[in-house]
């Protein structure tokens, strides 16, 4: 077993003893910047919701999980907010964040502005480094915690249904967590684009940037 599959074999088992506090706690971690991404956390919760261990329900693992990222999420916007990017860039290389990352944030946001936090936290990369930015630009915190949990319900649900429907396979998708990606970008991108689609048909006018 390659180092990545015995960790985790480890998060299952401990999501498996500790239950929806455990999947959260990760989560809220996971939303700061860890090395440990979502997707060795959230489709293992899948799986034990399929195999109906741990009173674990799909939509429970899925809330749960949303609501830990986007704690974690306003974590990290707050120490963009209060502590700036000198610091952000100091504690972010214990984690393997380094300016060009912080700048590509930067730029992501930037463009898409408040629409950019609901798409990014929806698609791998650049949700983990996309909160930092939105504390630095001071974006109104209700705003950036509703886009934010909008997004990782997106996120999640991909994660958590990828583990559910494909419980016996999962440890040989946790060796390739790419092939997770593709799926969540194809899966998020079809979904955020249909509402977008959605809301334009019906007149509303889209979202202002921060």
């Known amino acids: ?44 919760a899948g799986s034990l919701a399929a195999e109906g261990d741990r009173g674990f329900w799909l939509p429970g693992v899925i809330l749960v999980a949303s609501l830990g990222a986007m704690v974690g999420a306003v974590g990290a916007y707050w120490i963009g907010l209060r502590l700036g990017r000198s610091f952000v860039l100091r504690f972010g290389r214990v984690f393997g964040l380094n300016a060009w990352h912080l700048g590509e944030a930067e730029r992501w946001f930037a463009k898409h502005g408040r629409r950019g936090i609901l798409l990014g936290h929806a698609l791998p990369g650049v949700r983990s480094f996309i909160s930092f930015p939105a504390g630095m630009g001071k974006m109104p915190v209700r705003d950036f915690a509703l886009f934010t949990f909008g997004g990782a319900l997106v996120w999640n649900s991909v994660l958590a249904m990828t583990g559910y429907m494909f419980v016996n396979d999962l440890q040989s998708l946790a060796e390739n967590l790419e092939i997770v990606d593709y799926v969540a970008i194809a899966t998020a991108v079809a979904g955020i684009g249909g509402f977008f689609l959605w809301r334009r048909s019906r007149g509303g006018a889209p979202a202002a940037k921060a």
């Open 1 to 44: 077993m390659s180092v990545l599959g015995g960790l985790t074999k480890a998060i299952e088992d401990l999501i498996a003893a500790v239950g929806y506090p455990g999947l959260f706690g990760l989560m809220v971690a996971e939303g700061i910047v860890t090395p440990i991404p979502s997707e060795a956390i959230v489709p293992f």
